[in-house]
Nanobody, 117 residues
Framework: QVHLVESGGGLVQPGGSLRLSCAAS????????IGWYRQAPGKEREVVAT???????TYSDSVKGRFVISRDDAMKSVYLEMNSLKPEDTAVYFC???????????WGQGTQVTVSS
């Protein structure tokens, strides 16, 4: 079993920055993909950024150039640096992990990000 614990959400003004963290615990090796999704009220959950083993990263067009995803495999953690935040970035952000060995997927509990003046 793998557990994901997220932190770093909060209230920021437009143009501000936040850094989200997600730490994985349990039985897991380094062959996994991990990333961030978000869900705004009344909208479907959407992918924000992903990081596969080996350094392959993807970003949604709406955050490209503003957000940076990074992995620390020693700590079994993933981070999302969010810069130049906009009100439309307001959402619950979820950490997601796919274990290539077991083919299991896991979700974090979500952390609220609110961008407002």
């Amino acid at each position: 079993q793998v557990h994901l614990v997220e932190s770093g959400g909060g209230l920021v003004q437009p143009g501000g920055s936040l850094r989200l963290s997600c730490a994985a615990s349990g039985s897991i090796f380094n062959l996994y993909a991990i990333g961030w999704y978000r869900q705004a009220p009344g909208k479907e959950r959407e992918v924000v950024a992903t990081a596969a083993y080996g350094g392959i990263k993807t970003y949604s067009d709406s955050v490209k150039g503003r957000f940076v995803i990074s992995r620390d495999d020693a700590m079994k953690s993933v981070y999302l640096e969010m810069n130049s935040l906009k009100p439309e970035d307001t959402a619950v952000y979820f950490c997601h992990l796919t274990d290539f060995a077991t083919r299991n997927t896991y979700w974090g509990q979500g952390t609220q990000v609110t961008v407002s003046s």
